[in-house]
């Protein structure tokens, strides 16, 4: 299974932009690039997900490096809602071993400072 | 609000008890989960129901024991469960026909279980 590494921490402040960067350097040609956020006392949700192209959606952008070796999740403007564990998920596709299951890593917390 | 249920929400029990904790979900998804978060940890996988049928299992110890009745419904048995499975029991489903690639996980808050 493809390792992550994700900051322990990041601050930001309300109405900026936030880059989250995620570093996955084992990554297989067929995984997915997941993010999901952890809100206090609440279950992960899913934010974004990927394989080769940038992507956008109504909560963030992923941008994904060429080499797939990294990926950073943009939030545009951060809110104190944002607030929260977001996680990394390299996703294996169909064959591997790993097939379908969702492995969480350390995550990063983010800070949103009014 | 999520879109799947968890309950109860709290739980404390004894190590002698038995005890189950109740998941549901009415979005027609076909795959289900079991997680389990220690505190500051990130959620680990326990269980993947598909089609009703148990698909993985993280080599979860057998006082654990996990049952889908329906596609609807997951519950998780708990029997003469350690203090240290104290833990938040975390259940998600997804669309279920390639696993959470292209089918993202919804996930319910969670039990809160202690196990004294």
């Known amino acids: 299974d493809a390792k992550t590494t994700q900051p322990n921490s990041m601050e930001s402040n309300e109405e900026e932009p936030v880059h989250l960067p995620c570093n996955h350097s084992t990554i297989s040609g067929t995984d997915y690039i997941h993010w999901y956020r952890q809100l206090p006392s609440q279950g992960p949700e899913y934010v974004i997900h990927g394989l080769t192209s940038n992507v956008n959606n109504r909560m963030a952008s992923l941008a994904i490096a060429e080499d797939r070796k990294s990926s950073t999740l943009i939030l545009h403007r951060a809110t104190l809602r944002d607030a929260a564990v977001y996680y990394c998920i390299p996703l294996p596709g169909a064959g591997g071993t790993s097939y379908g299951k969702l492995t969480f890593g350390q995550g990063t917390i983010l800070t949103v400072h009014p | 609000d999520t879109e799947v249920t968890q309950t109860p929400k709290h739980l404390v029990m004894g190590m002698t008890n038995k005890k189950s904790l109740k998941c549901e979900q009415h979005?027609?998804?076909?795959?289900m989960y079991w997680y389990k978060q220690k505190a500051k940890k990130p959620p680990e996988l326990m269980f993947v129901?598909?089609?009703?049928?148990?698909?993985i299992n993280e080599s979860v110890p057998s006082r654990f024991s996990p049952e889908c009745p329906n596609s609807s419904l997951l519950n998780l048995h708990l029997h003469a469960l350690q203090p240290e499975d104290s833990a938040l029991y975390l259940c998600?489903?997804?669309?279920?026909?390639?696993?959470?690639?292209?089918?993202?996980?919804?996930f319910g808050n969670g039990t809160r279980l202690t196990v004294t």
């Open positions: 979005m027609g998804h076909r795959a």
């Open positions: 129901y598909s089609y009703e049928k148990l698909s």
């Open positions: 998600a489903s997804s669309q279920g026909l390639q696993g959470p690639i292209n089918s993202p996980l919804h």
